[in-house]
């Protein structure tokens, strides 16, 4: 499946809208729906301004065409990737829709970052095409794609998509098994739950988990990955420190009181202005500044 493909994205939001930016830099035919027409016409928008901020021909966001229709937009996809909301009713009734309108050899993919794809492809006809793609935010600055192979799943399946992904500048990854989180959020939120108990029990504050990340082991991640990390030190070290600080670390099942007190007293983060943090306009605008800043320089190493 290379050369120009007809993509499908039914989802204009925040990943859609970068992933339909991927696929026109790179000469595909792209289609996109949504049942919001405010999400729908702000597209090309959305998509000539990233272009113009990282140095690229915003005229590649003309390739990108707008559907009204769902299937409209799947008729004659090669590939189609959901990027609707983290509701997996929703997701369910898209796809049973999707399958109706697309090609039966049209691939069929979900974005979605925690929910298992057996869940929500479980009811169609063909599972054999069916799997998930989980990329990270924004689409066009982090390469990493995860692609989760269900126990339907063919191997050509999960072939075709990889080689599109890897030919459209993506760092692909197999995930075997279909686990609620797959592997990047997994290992996410492991941390974060830690970083959480940590704050919880009064070892530290908010400020300081995040600058013992950012200033110690965050600065190597880029390039050293907590395995190789492993086998760097050693596998013998690595253990002695396991049997010591394992046993005291948290093992909640279940979110901390914490973070369930911040969000019923409504701090929830920057849309409320405090979360963890307090969070002024402008502290605001200066993060997401440094983010994107420090994304866009990876991502001109990378490629």
């Not at 994205?9 to 729906?33: D, K, N, S, T």
């Not at 959480?196 to 995040?210: K, N, P, R, W, Y």
Request: proline fraction near 4%; glycine fraction near 8%.
């Amino acid at each position: 499946m290379m050369g120009k493909v007809h993509v499908a994205i039914i989802g204009a939001g925040l990943m859609g809208h970068g992933i339909a930016q991927v696929f026109a830099v790179h000469g595909h035919a792209v289609r996109i729906h949504d049942a919001s027409a405010q999400a729908l016409a702000g597209v090309h928008r959305r998509v000539r301004d990233n272009l113009v901020d990282l140095g690229q021909d915003p005229s590649a966001a003309a390739g990108i065409e707008l559907c009204a229709v769902l299937a409209d937009a799947v008729c004659d996809a090669d590939v189609v990737f959901e990027a609707g909301p983290e509701n997996l009713q929703l997701k369910q009734q898209l796809f049973a829709e999707i399958e109706t309108f697309a090609p039966r050899t049209a691939l069929l993919a979900s974005n979605t970052s925690v929910i298992p794809i057996s869940r929500i492809m479980g009811g169609l006809r063909h599972r054999d095409r069916a799997l998930g793609t989980h990329w990270w935010n924004p689409p066009y600055l982090v390469p990493l794609v995860e692609v989760i192979q269900t126990a339907d799943t063919s191997a050509e399946s999960m072939q075709r998509m990889t080689e599109l992904l890897a030919a459209a500048g993506k760092t692909p990854v197999t995930v075997r098994k279909d686990v609620p989180g797959f592997v990047g959020n997994r290992l996410q939120h492991a941390l974060w739950r830690e970083a959480i108990a940590l704050v919880q029990s009064g070892v530290c504050d908010a400020e300081t988990v995040d600058t013992v990340v950012k200033s110690s082991f965050g600065r190597r991640l880029a390039v050293l990955g907590p395995l190789e990390n492993a086998d760097l030190v050693g596998t013998d070290l690595t253990l002695a420190i396991h049997d010591t600080v394992l046993p005291d670390l948290d093992r909640s099942a279940e979110a901390q009181p914490y973070l369930r007190e911040l969000v019923s007293s409504g701090r929830l983060g920057m849309k409320s202005g405090e979360g963890f943090r307090r969070w002024s306009a402008e502290d605001q605008a200066s993060l997401r500044q440094r983010v994107l800043a420090h994304l866009k320089v990876l991502n001109e190493q990378h490629q």
